[in-house]
């Protein structure tokens, strides 16, 4: 298995402009994680989905951000628009499912910088 | 709440030396507790987990973490480190929705 990709792996954009993150978790797993990590505020999780449904929301930092899975293999996290202070290294992590605390596999992480 | 705590921001140890990084839990039931590791421009992989039973559980890369229900405490040994274990770790525990709480991580640096 090929483990979770993401791409871009790096991202240089100016601020306001749109920027798309993907994520394609491991093949059967059921649950996916977006996870924002800075020095400042360490890892923090975005929202993360279960059976492709987004489940908690709540750590999504504005309406700046939205994130979607339209089939179970496939994931966006978007930013639009993008401000500086976004700048840090977003993974995302997939988990085989939540009826029991499971490991979670995360991605090498796309680290994105807003000029 | 639940809560994660890593004391230690960064230890400095010389390879070869044994190892140990500290972890405190806040958790009113029985606890789920990872350790994870993340090497320099890369994601986070799982070293060890505790589920439940054992105090110790072994990890990948020869690494070992002991469950003490007393003290909260998880913390995470190696009897000698390699150069190769210079990364950061982070414990984590998981609460009542089966969500990680990530602690601060602890940035391991090897001398010579």
């Known amino acids: 298995d090929a483990g979770v990709i993401q791409s871009p792996r790096h991202e240089v954009t100016e601020m306001g402009q749109e920027v798309t993150l993907r994520c394609k978790p491991i093949?059967?797993?059921?649950?996916l994680f977006w996870y924002r990590q800075t020095m400042m505020r360490g890892l923090e999780l975005l929202i993360y989905?279960?059976?492709?449904?987004?489940?908690?929301d709540s750590g999504m930092p504005e309406d700046r951000f939205s994130a979607k899975m339209p089939n179970a293999s496939f994931s966006t996290l978007k930013i639009q628009p993008s401000e500086p202070r976004d700048s840090a290294v977003y993974f995302c992590?997939?988990?085989?499912?939540?009826?029991?605390?499971?490991?979670?596999?995360f991605g090498p992480g796309t680290r994105l910088t807003v000029l | 709440a639940q809560s994660v705590t890593q004391p230690d921001i960064r230890i400095t140890v010389s390879e070869g030396a044994s190892l140990e990084l500290r972890c405190n839990y806040s958790y009113g039931a029985t606890p789920y507790l990872f350790w994870y590791v993340q090497s320099p421009g890369q994601g986070l992989q799982l070293l060890l987990k505790y589920f439940s039973g054992d105090t110790q559980d072994q990890g990948i890369k020869g690494f070992e973490a002991e469950f003490k229900r007393s003290q909260s405490s998880f913390n995470l040994r190696k009897p000698s480190v390699h150069w190769s274990d210079a990364a950061e770790y982070f414990c984590a525990v998981v609460d009542q929705n089966y969500q990680l709480i990530w602690g601060a991580g602890t940035k391991l640096i090897i001398k010579p």
């Open positions: 093949s059967g797993h059921n649950s």
């Open positions: 992590a997939s988990e085989r499912g939540r009826e029991a605390p499971n490991e979670q596999f």
């Open positions: 989905f279960n059976n492709n449904v987004p489940i908690d």
